[in-house]
């Protein structure tokens, strides 16, 4: 168990549709980043938060939105679905916002959009 | 940005044998991890090894920043090493990248 906790665990939804991951990072770690994993793209970075605030940003589409919450939380949302949103979404955890240190992953979020 | 290319990108294992996966980056990195993606999807972190040479039970990883690649070794492996293995590199600024990953089947 890395101690990040991603619900829900399986999601299927219909093209158009919104829906929202959520991600509990371990006790302390004050980072958290959002990843996309797909058959074709392999694991892409969309996002980083670090106390907050958005420190990084990747490849992430405009119908993607990211926020961290004051108890450290974050939430991942999508919208507008299509079926290439089809993914695994994994969130991670850090004690820092910077380049050091280890990066824990949650079990990940299967996202299936028919 | 930053390149991370994985070799080989499939290998199957007889129960017990060792093998080596190579990690090679295009960059200075300040930041290289290992990681195992089990049969159920869940990527677990081996190693943080940004330069020199840790080990873990079986597994042990060597970095050499100056020549900018990274090897994971599994010795005496077991059915439950069956997996991707994933190297993730950071450069300048805080995103991992990850390669493309080694396919791994150890066969019982």
């Known amino acids: 168990d890395s101690g990040v906790t991603q619900t829900p665990k399986h999601l299927i939804t219909a093209t158009g549709q919104r829906v929202t991951l959520r991600c509990s990072p371990r006790?302390?770690?004050?980072?958290v980043y959002w990843y996309q994993q797909s058959l074709d793209q392999g694991l892409q970075f969309l996002i980083q938060?670090?106390?907050?605030?958005?420190?990084a940003k990747g490849n992430i589409l405009e119908r993607f939105s990211a926020q961290q919450f004051p108890d450290l939380h974050s939430e991942l949302n999508l919208s507008s679905l299509e079926l290439g949103d089809s993914a695994l979404y994994f969130c991670?955890?850090?004690?820092?916002?910077?380049?050091?240190?280890?990066?824990?992953f949650g079990q990940g979020t299967r996202l299936t959009v028919v | 940005g930053i390149q991370v290319e994985q070799s080989p990108p499939d290998l199957i294992l007889q129960e017990g044998a060792n093998s080596t996966l190579r990690c090679n980056f295009s960059?200075?990195?300040?930041?290289l991890q290992w990681f195992h993606q089990n049969p159920w999807g869940q990527l677990i972190n081996l190693f943080y090894?940004?330069?020199g040479t840790k080990q873990n039970g079986r597994l042990s990883a060597t970095t050499v920043a100056t020549e900018r690649y990274s090897l994971l070794y599994i010795s005496s492996s077991q059915t439950t090493d069956s997996g991707v293995y994933f190297c993730?590199?950071?450069?300048?600024?805080?995103?991992?990248?990850f390669g493309g990953g080694t396919r791994v089947l150890v066969k019982p």
């Open positions: 991670a955890s850090s004690v820092d916002a910077g380049n050091k240190g280890r990066a824990f």
């Open positions: 006790s302390g770690d004050l980072s």
């Open positions: 938060y670090y106390n907050g605030e958005e420190r």
């Open positions: 960059d200075s990195v300040n930041n």
């Open positions: 090894i940004p330069s």
């Open positions: 993730a590199v950071k450069a300048a600024g805080n995103k991992l990248t």
